[in-house]
């Protein structure tokens, strides 16, 4: 264990002087982090209610569609967002590229496949008469969303869970499209694996232990807002 | 459009011709892919049925600890790995750091959560009677077992694709840990992932990514199929 040891010795002190640095990283990730989840539950929240509820044709093959998005590989994402953002391309009039508004619809389009293809599950998950009784009693399209996110609800924050679990950690969309530049548009994961090439492992233990402390701490969290929000259903339940 | 279909134009050539890097980037990725889903699975199984089928104390701890894996930053694995391999660290002695194994080894501890994690939850969600009456009839352990992993064979293929998936889309760990050295252990990913390290290499960009894509699909498509099949025959003897 001497090397770890070694090198975890020298990295705790960075963590606790508060290494600007550091704190820099800590708060773009944690940025990127919010802007990402926040946008692609606005975005996917509609577009899986569309698919779950919806009774257009098509709509079986759009949810297979969703279901793949899941597997695309993030490496692919941002070289695609590269040859459409880069000065040539469609894009590039915006200056997007390596800039943080890049990491944040980077981040963003990675997260939505999770908020969608998971809160579909969800709501396809209920029990079958839930929905199809609301429905004949009249309600209407956005009653009926409501009615289906509230039940889902366990479902739906476990899709925000991965949602954030995505932007927390992935690198390889925030490297191509941010340029991993130093001290502008690094994450913690980011800025690990650039620690790592320059061969100072002190700073990408420091860099890799404060991020899996964000993670346990963001996880948790949420995991007991699901618990709880669990629990007040099945009071509602027990009651009727 | 006429960048992004300038590049696209680019790209077949490259393809089609066989490019030696490209065949070889493919032939690294499928090898990876095979080898570290094939150790997560031979590890991660008897794991995930103790999870499923066990009635020990810890049992659901150690089930939580499981899927908390899932959000297991792949640098994070990357870094911890690499100061275990490097000279001076535990397993130093093995000379393996920056080296094809090495890389089998880190995408099979990637891998691993999603077998570890998924197979409990399969095994739960079969009809709640089943397994309990072949204890009731006297089922050992094995075959107890078999009998879960034949009937939770969709959930268990869904973990297997999840698995495979990450080993061939993950590029933290498999360019900390190997170094990304080009034509030794430079997988698909990793090598799109380098492709942005230098310009003007647009027309290969776009080939690898082209290539990343198809061995996506062709992976999933291909348990997918596996997958259904067993679905159907399963649904037959439903049915009966």
């Given amino acids: 264990m001497h090397l770890i040891w070694e090198e975890v010795r020298v990295a705790l002190p960075m963590i606790w002087h508060r290494n600007p640095y550091l704190l820099s990283i800590i708060w773009f990730t944690l940025q990127v982090a919010a802007v990402a989840t926040a946008m692609a539950t606005a975005i996917g929240l509609p577009i899986a209610l569309a698919l779950a509820l919806g009774r257009f044709p098509g709509r079986q093959f759009l949810r297979m569609l969703a279901n793949a998005s899941l597997v695309l590989p993030p490496v692919l994402v941002g070289a695609i967002l590269y040859l459409l953002m880069t000065v040539q391309a469609p894009l590039g009039s915006l200056r997007l590229i390596w800039t943080r508004e890049a990491v944040f619809i980077a981040q963003t389009i990675l997260a939505l496949p999770f908020i969608v293809a998971l809160t579909v599950a969800a709501i396809q998950a209920l029990p079958e008469g839930l929905l199809s009784q609301a429905r004949l009693l009249g309600a209407g399209r956005r009653q009926l969303s409501m009615l289906a996110l509230r039940e889902a609800r366990i479902g739906v924050i476990a899709a925000v869970i991965a949602a954030l679990g995505t932007s927390l950690s992935e690198v390889a969309a925030v490297t191509i499209v941010g340029g991993n530049i130093y001290g502008y548009d690094q994450t913690l994961a980011s800025a690990t694996l650039f620690e790592v090439d320059g061969a100072h492992y002190a700073d990408a233990v420091a860099i890799a232990i404060v991020l899996i402390v964000m993670i346990l701490i963001l996880m948790c969290g949420l995991g007991l807002l699901q618990q709880q929000s669990g629990g007040i259903r099945m009071r509602f339940r027990s009651a009727t | ?240």
């Fill in chain 2, 1 to 240: 459009m006429g960048y992004v279909w300038d590049q696209i134009r680019g790209a077949i050539p490259l393809i089609t011709h066989g490019n030696p890097y490209l065949m070889n980037l493919l032939w690294v990725s499928i090898r990876v892919a095979l080898i570290s889903t094939s150790a997560a699975l031979v590890i991660g199984l008897p794991i995930g049925l103790a999870l499923g089928l066990g009635r020990f104390r810890g049992r659901r701890a150690l089930q939580i600890l499981a899927n908390a894996s899932l959000a297991l930053p792949s640098v994070v694995v990357g870094i911890g790995l690499l100061l275990l391999l490097l000279p001076g660290g535990v397993f130093g002695s093995l000379q393996i750091e920056f080296t094809l194994p090495a890389v089998y080894i880190a995408q099979a501890i990637l891998a691993l959560p999603y077998i570890v994690a998924l197979t409990p939850a399969a095994i739960q969600g079969l009809p709640p009677g089943l397994l309990a009456q072949a204890r009731a009839l006297g089922a050992g352990r094995v075959q107890l077992s078999l009998l879960a992993v034949r009937e939770a064979k969709i959930g268990l293929l869904a973990a297997v694709i999840a698995a495979a998936g990450a080993t061939i889309a993950e590029v933290g760990a498999v360019v900390i840990i190997g170094g990304n050295f080009e034509g030794r252990d430079q997988t698909l990913a990793s090598g799109l992932m380098d492709q942005f390290n230098y310009t003007g290499h647009e027309p290969l960009v776009t080939a690898i990514a082209i290539m990343l894509l198809v061995l996506i699909l062709v992976m999933a498509g291909v348990l997918t199929l596996i997958q259904q099949r067993t679905g159907g025959i399963r649904l037959r003897f439903g049915t009966a």
